[in-house]
């Protein structure tokens, strides 16, 4: 239970205290009147006495009394109405609230921090007021009268004979029976005559003669003369005097407001008006019998009949008795109590209470007590113990009656009033008022063993109840608390005699007794007994105070005490107590919210939510509405939907509150706010027919970390190249969209005039769909003006300022029950300056469905969509996107920091030019090294001119606009699809045709030095192009070789020709996809000629051999390749001719198979030309009718993209660990000699069945040859995996880069033949030595001086190479030295000397050679693959 105020201790014996009736004439009860109060109200500040009283017990033992009280009230005849007990238990409970500022109990227990109140002051008020209006009872005297006091005026004609007839009137209302109400202790009942004196009105020498006379009748013990009204009302304010009428008053405002409201009158309008008197407690003045007010039938907790009926108190909706009490605290506020009394005066009412209770009521019952206890004992004339008595000695006198109505109280039995039983009850009754509670306990113990003897249960529960209570109040406490007294004493009351309000008595008085010994479980229990259906409030109150129990227990039980707030909360809710119960659910709720228990959080949020809306307390209803809907709701859709109408009916009676209010923020949908993207630009227009716009950026992309890295490379690599090759410091890549993944810690640019999109990420959480109406962004806009003032004027609101920035509204957007969806939201600004998207704003509703929510159907404010609308509130959400964290000074790694996310603060700036691409004709498909023609529309869409106008792509040899020399006004895409891509010449078709040479210079092309391929500008005529112009330029696409999925992205940049400086630049992203499939493999090798002169007598001459295999598969329907062109591209370097050995010309392939080409290669002649590095020579071989131009567009263009991609790949570097410069010298002079830079261009057809037509494909393969005897392929090679090698467990020698060339390299210095016949004969009989003569010519390849060495010493070879070729020697001189310089030619003439006929190898010489200006010599190694073979015979 929770702390109280008194302790029980104290709560006892203030709850039963003696009880006095007063009779009062009129006019006492006018002098009292003056004041607002009744005589009974007057006492009752002063009802205790402030000092300790003595009496003698029937053993003559002084016993001390402490703390005496006693309980003054105007008699009444009638006895209080039930329902009207329970009206007003009803408002002592609703008036009695937690303080405002009331400082909470936090207990702490396990992982709970608990927000109590530690006190119930309204329990406290609710058990002090049932335990005052408990009418009295025949089977216990603890509330009869004792005594009456009778008052009287000193202003009265004969004071008296009013005392007579109040007597007798007394007399009268006690004997007669008429009356059964009110109860009387003793038949001789205590009389008190006092003398009201009115100081300010009255005659004081009268009022003491009066009180003479007085004391002559009655004795100085029985009367008294209270003199009041010290001074005139009129002069209340003069002096402030303390009210301590008010919080008496105030408790029981209830019989206040019986009276107020049903008197004649409520206040007094004139003073000395005798009649128009304020009536309190029931006595109406004017109903009168001889003179005496006969009004006492009227009990102050009669039911007015105007009022509800008794039942309706505790219905579930009884909200009245709140609504009156206000009304009555408003009546009260404005009375001042003891307006005409004094100090002085308070002080004579409290002497007077003392008199009276030492003088009068004391000994009255002390005598009281003995005569019982003589009556007793005397009765059977037993000894003087009244302990030892026993049931026998009683047993004669009883006389049973028994009623009907009684059977079921008392199991049939009714002692009448003279009982002995009866007898020893008053006088236990009498000795527990008087606090003698060892003797009341004695009494109560033998009165209890007597009413269970004779079955009278009522009698026995009462009995019981009280030994129990005696015991425990006992001073040294000789026994210990009887609790299974009151267990009984409970039981018999509810379950036999059907009494909840006295079994509610015992329940009060155990628990307290039980929590007051720590015993707080029992008492938890004994007070959940008692709850039942028959009163919601009392059960409420028992059960708030049970879960005060569990929380108080040494190890509190949190869980037990919020389950039972929750009962408990539910019956305050029945019982119409909407502050209490709104008050446990909030306790409650303290527990279980965040620990999982969804479905009882929600219970508690919708049950708070309503009672805070019943109570006007709109926010806190909202925020319960809020958050059954905003955590993940376990509920059933049906549930989910109700909690959704009943929020949104909540919320719309809030924001009619303040229409003009700021939007609320509304909980659902869930916004995702970190997913929120921001998309500057237009939407992508749709294809067009053969019409494909440029893909650039959308919303529907998704984000790709890899790509968005490549198109920054892209776009800086134009700016560089724009900027003469240099980033400029302040660049930022452009981002049109914003996203997670972006930087978004600068202000994004956004044009004026282009649309800005917004989207946003909601998720719907519940189970039922969400249907948000009028959804569109919450911008405020800070204009700027080109003057350069700012206007920094706020504009938040969208209708504030549509010509600023244009808001598009999505009138209705549904999300279904727990669907993720976004929104695209677009602005449109109109004039420059900043913009800050705060949020959305929309309409929340509810599709309606069938369902009315608790009697609330559906509003009006529904409005015609595609969807029928139940409710909707008007609301907002905000964009808060938190940024990234910050991790780079260590002072942001040691703490959590934040950067900005400025994603939705756009800063619009001027016009910009705004491009758009479409590409026709576009493939999807092509072979690999196909050329296909295409057109590329450029349109500026804006309203301001563009120019410099780029392209850069990664992949430059796929596309080419065409070179310098290319005509730039080609036929229309629409041309014959059988119009070659190339420029052809027709030629003659002679049998052996010579190669047909041109030249190019690749400056033209734009692979000149130091430029970047990738970077293309397009050519615009003029340069520009204006706002709403539109030009379509050719466009040549070639296959990449590596079949599969190519994409191949474009980034088209452009400036404005007015220079803006904010956004220098804008671009363009286009991704084409291509599909390649497989045509042909081209592979070649180069090798040196043998034959030593060519036509020019120079000795040049390569062989080129060129394979074409055909590995197109069958499924992209080619039928046959033609090849019907090589080319050679080169600067040295030029084929010559065919050297075919078939006459065939036409040269199909068809599918796998695979033709060999021979060619031979000449030098071309030195050119002394300034940029003869750069002017390549093309030499065409054709094996056709028509001669396609090599050196024009394309074709030059695709081979000079090639051949820039190829310069890229890195080439193998030679040593870097040399010694000495002069070696890589060496090293380049000799790998000179190895190089040769010929490329091979060969351009093929292919003729396609497609849909029953044939088409001719076109194409073109290069391979590029680097060195002598290497193969070089047209396709990419795959790497091959290296094999698995051993682990080597030791450090291998630092092995330093050899600086020496490969033997392969050295080959090539010196080229080495030996002229000889084929076969010698020779006669052997004749002459046994056979000479054969052999001349040895040593060209030199490189630019250099070499000195050679030639040794014709045999090498030691091995014994089966003798076997082979067996033995032969040179003659004459062994070694040689000589120089050759730059490319010339030297012949040795030598002899070889042979002993057998046979097939000998002559290529045993052994060359040596270094540059002249060397010291190092390398040995070249000089055989050549074909052994030098002769064949001697004998003639």
């Not at 005699?497 to 008595?505: D, G, S």
């Not at 996203?739 to 719907?764: G, H, K, M």
């Not at 590329?936 to 001119?945: A, G, I, L, R, Y």
Request: glycine share 4%.
């Amino acid at each position: 239970m929770a702390q109280c105020v008194q302790s029980v201790q104290e709560l006892i014996p203030d709850s039963f205290v003696p009880c006095v009736a007063a009779l009062c004439s009129d006019e006492a009860e006018r002098l009292t009147r003056l004041n607002h109060l009744s005589f009974a109200e007057l006492l009752k500040p002063f009802s205790r006495l402030t000092s300790e009283v003595h009496m003698r017990d029937p053993n003559n033992q002084l016993h001390v009394i402490k703390n005496l009280k006693i309980a003054v009230s105007n008699i009444t005849t009638q006895p209080p109405q039930p329902g009207a007990i329970r009206k007003l238990l009803n408002d002592v409970v609703s008036g009695s609230q937690p303080a405002e500022g009331l400082v909470a109990n936090v207990i702490t227990a396990g992982d709970y921090d608990l927000n109590l109140s530690a006190t119930t002051p309204w329990f406290e008020s609710y058990r002090e007021t049932f335990l005052q209006s408990m009418p009295a009872s025949d089977h216990e005297f603890l509330n009869h009268y004792l005594a009456c006091m009778l008052v009287a005026s000193s202003g009265e004609a004969e004071p008296v004979e009013q005392f007579s007839k109040l007597s007798q009137e007394q007399h009268r209302i006690q004997h007669n029976n008429d009356y059964s109400y009110p109860k009387w202790f003793i038949p001789n009942t205590l009389k008190y005559y006092v003398l009201l004196h009115d100081v300010s009105a009255g005659d004081e020498q009268r009022a003491e003669s009066i009180y003479e006379e007085m004391k002559q009748k009655y004795g100085t013990q029985g009367c008294y003369l209270l003199k009041i009204n010290s001074r005139t009302s009129n002069r209340a304010s003069d002096e402030q005097i303390p009210d301590p009428w008010s919080q008496y008053l105030q408790k029981n405002s209830i019989q206040n407001q019986e009276s107020y409201e049903d008197g004649p009158c409520t206040i007094t309008s004139n003073k000395n008006s005798d009649s128009n008197l304020l009536s309190l407690d029931g006595l109406d003045n004017e109903v009168k019998v001889d003179g005496l007010p006969n009004n006492f039938r009227a009990h102050p907790l009669q039911l007015d009949p105007s009022s509800d009926s008794s039942n309706s108190i505790d219905g579930p909706d009884h909200v009245k008795s709140t609504s009156s009490l206000h009304e009555t605290k408003k009546a009260n506020a404005g009375i001042i109590h003891g307006a005409c009394l004094t100090l002085t005066d308070h002080d004579r009412i409290r002497q007077f209470i003392q008199e009276f209770t030492f003088r009068g009521l004391l000994p009255h019952i002390e005598k009281t007590i003995r005569q019982l206890n003589d009556q007793l004992i005397s009765r059977k004339g037993l000894s003087r113990s009244l302990f030892s008595a026993t049931k026998k000695w009683f047993s004669g006198s009883k006389v049973p009656e028994k009623s009907v109505n009684e059977l079921k109280n008392t199991s049939g039995l009714l002692y009448p009033p003279e009982a002995p039983e009866l007898q020893i009850r008053k006088m236990a009754d009498l000795c527990f008022l008087v606090q003698h509670y060892d003797l009341a306990y004695s009494c109560y113990h033998t009165a209890k063993k007597d009413f269970l003897n004779d079955q009278a249960m009522l009698y026995a529960a009462g009995a019981l109840e009280m030994a129990a209570v005696s015991a425990f109040l006992q001073p040294g406490a000789p026994r210990p608390y009887p609790a299974h007294y009151m267990d009984t004493a409970i039981q018999t009351y509810r379950d036999i005699c059907k009494n909840m309000v006295l079994a509610e008595r015992c329940v009060l008085l155990s628990a307290e007794i039980l929590k007051s010994q720590g015993k707080y479980s029992e008492a938890a229990a004994l007070l959940i007994r008692l709850t039942s259906e028959d009163s919601d409030l009392r059960s409420a109150l028992l059960l708030e105070q049970a879960a005060h129990c569990f929380i108080n227990m040494k190890s509190p039980m949190v869980r037990k005490y919020a389950f039972h707030m929750i009962l408990a909360g539910h019956r305050f809710s029945k019982a119409g107590q909407k502050k209490h119960a709104l008050r446990c659910y909030c306790q409650a709720m303290q527990v279980y919210k965040g620990k999982g228990w969804s479905l009882a959080e929600d219970h508690i949020n919708f049950t708070i939510g309503r009672q805070s809306y019943t109570l006007r307390q709109l926010d806190n209803a909202v925020s319960a509405f809020r958050h059954i809907l905003i955590n993940e709701s376990k509920q059933s859709a049906a549930q989910q939907g109700a909690f959704l109408r009943e929020y949104l009916y909540v919320y719309k009676n809030v924001s009619q509150l303040s229409p003009d209010g700021p939007l609320p923020q509304l909980p659902l949908p869930y916004i995702n706010s970190s997913a929120t993207r921001v998309f500057f630009g237009h939407d992508r227009r749709p294809a067009d027919g053969e019409k494909q716009a440029a893909t650039h950026v959308s919303l529907d992309q998704e984000y790709d970390s890899e790509s968005s890295q490549q198109w920054r490379e892209l776009e800086e690599q134009v700016v560089s190249v724009v900027n003469r090759g240099v980033l400029p410091s302040n660049f930022h890549p452009t981002q049109y969209c914003l996203n997670n993944y972006s930087d978004n810690s600068r202000f994004p640019l956004a044009v004026v005039e282009e649309p800005i999109t917004v989207e946003v990420a909601f998720r719907n959480p519940l189970k039922v769909p969400l249907l948000l109406t009028d959804l569109s962004l919450l911008w405020k806009f800070q204009p700027k003006y080109v003057s350069g003032k700012d206007n920094e004027e706020v504009k938040e609101l969208v209708k504030g300022e549509p010509e600023m920035i244009g808001t598009e509204v999505i009138s209705e957007f549904l999300i279904n029950s727990e669907e993720s969806k976004v929104a695209r939201l677009k602005l449109f600004p109109h004039h420059i300056g900043e913009l800050h998207i705060l949020g959305v704003v929309y309409n929340l509703g509810t599709i309606q469905g069938s369902v009315a929510v608790d009697g609330i159907g559906a509003l009006p404010g529904c409005h015609t969509g595609k969807h029928s609308l139940s409710m909707s509130v008007r609301g907002r959400q905000d964009l808060e996107i938190q940024g990234p964290r910050l991790n780079n000074t260590k002072e942001e790694k040691t703490s959590i920091k934040y950067g900005p996310d400025r994603r939705l603060d756009p800063i619009i700036t001027e016009e910009m030019p705004l491009l758009e691409v479409f590409f026709i004709h576009f493939p999807t498909g092509l072979l690999c090294g196909e050329i296909r023609k295409a057109y590329v529309e450029f349109v500026n869409v804006s309203k301001c001119p563009l120019t410099g106008l780029k392209v850069v792509s990664k992949r430059p040899e796929f596309f080419t606009f065409g070179g310098n020399t290319a005509v730039l006004t080609p036929l229309s895409p629409s041309a014959s699809e059988n119009c070659s891509a190339y420029k052809t010449v027709v030629t003659d078709s002679t049998s052996v045709c010579p190669a047909l040479v041109s030249s190019a210079s690749s400056v033209d092309f734009g692979i000149g030095i130091g430029s970047q391929p990738e970077v293309i500008s397009v050519p615009l005529p003029d340069t520009v192009l204006l706002p709403g112009a539109s030009v379509q330029l050719p466009m040549w696409l070639r296959g990449p070789d590596a079949e599969g999925v190519h994409e191949i992205n474009f980034l088209f940049y452009y400036e404005s020709v007015k220079k803006q400086p904010k956004i220098r630049h804008r671009i363009l992203r286009h991704t084409a996809v291509i599909c390649t499939s497989r045509s042909l493999n081209v592979r070649a090798t180069v090798c040196r000629s043998n034959s030593l002169e060519d036509e020019e007598g120079r000795g040049g001459n390569m062989l080129v051999f060129v394979d074409v295999e055909n590995t197109n598969t069958s499924e992209a329907g080619v039928k046959e390749f033609h090849i019907v062109q090589v080319s050679s591209s080169s600067k040295h370097w030029k084929l010559q001719k065919s050297v075919n050995l078939s006459e065939n010309k036409d040269a199909k392939l068809a599918s796998r198979e695979k033709g060999k080409f021979c060619f031979k290669a000449t030098q071309c002649k030195e050119e002394v030309a300034t940029e003869a590095s750069e002017k390549y020579t093309f030499a065409d071989i054709i094996f056709g009718n028509e001669q396609i131009v090599s050196s024009a567009s394309p074709c030059a263009d695709f081979f000079y993209r090639s051949l820039s991609s190829e310069l890229k790949k890195p080439q193998a570097q030679s040593s870097m660990h040399t010694e000495k410069q002069s070696v890589e010298d060496v090293m380049r002079l000799i790998q000179k000699c190895n190089e040769v830079d010929l490329n091979i261009v060969v351009l093929w057809k292919a003729y396609v069945v497609e849909d029953s037509k044939q088409l001719i494909l076109e194409g073109q393969h290069h391979v590029v040859l680097r060195t002598i005897g290497k193969e070089a392929f047209s396709y990419p090679q795959k790497q091959e995996p290296p094999e698995m090698e051993l682990l080597k467990f030791f450090r291998p020698d630092n092995t330093t880069v050899s600086s020496r060339p490969s033997a392969e390299q050295l080959s090539n210095l010196i080229k080495t033949s030996l002229h000889y016949p084929e076969s010698f004969n020779h006669p052997f009989h004749q002459k046994s030595l056979c000479l054969v003569p052999v001349t040895l010519l040593l060209s030199n390849c490189s630019k250099a001086n070499v000195d050679v060495i030639v040794d014709l010493r045999h090498k030691t070879t091995s014994p089966e190479a003798l076997e082979i070729h067996g033995s032969f020697t040179w003659l004459g001189q062994t070694q040689y030295k000589l120089q050759l310089k730059s490319q010339e030619i030297h012949s040795l003439q030598l002899k070889a000397c042979f002993v057998h006929t046979g097939v000998y190898n002559l290529g045993t010489p052994r060359v040596f050679a270094k540059l002249s200006d060397q010291v190092t010599v390398f040995e070249t190694s000089q055989q050549s693959s074909m052994p030098a073979l002769i064949i001697i015979n004998n003639v």
